[in-house]
């Protein structure tokens, strides 16, 4: 991201906001902004090899609130929640930051829910766990401060895996929605 080019283009967002952005709580933000989105959209940076902590094999793994926040690619508003994992690995245990790293490298972007926990339970799979659910909660500003103005929370969820064995992945649903 280029700060400077980020910098010049919302100060001319304020101004087409109708305000000053030479006055004194708006001169340096700009400058703020420029620093905060480097750090709301470090996803596109994040290489986030999922190198494997442990090799003792587990039936399930289950990783629970997982927060996160992201921008909807629409509006550009925040919209932010918690998200599951529950895996069924293959000899091979992911450690629980490393998750949270991949939830961070699809959050932290330009993104709509659903494909979040599509690419996440994708990243997963494609390192041989063999079943894989996600499930996000969320909330999105755009649509409480615009539009429908409704408080509602919206859930996506991912599944992949071979699941010709359809207890698996009820097993899967079963543990993330377990408290
Ligand atoms: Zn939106």
Known sequence: MDKERVKKLIRELIIEIGEDPTREGLKDTPRRIADAYSEIFAGYDSDSELSVQFSEDSEMVVAKNIQFYSM???H???????????YIPNGRVFGISKLVRVVEKFSKRL???????KNIADEL???GVKGVAVI???EHLCMKMRGVKNDAKVTTSAFRGTFEDKKIK???LKAIHTK
């Open 125 to 127: 799979y494609s390192q």
């Open 170 to 172: 009820e097993e899967l």
């Open 136 to 138: 996000a909660d969320a």
């Open 72 to 74: 909807c690619e629409h």
């Open 111 to 117: 993104q709509i829910q659903e494909r979040i926990t």
């Open 76 to 86: 550009m508003l925040p919209f932010y929640g918690t998200i599951q994992i529950a």
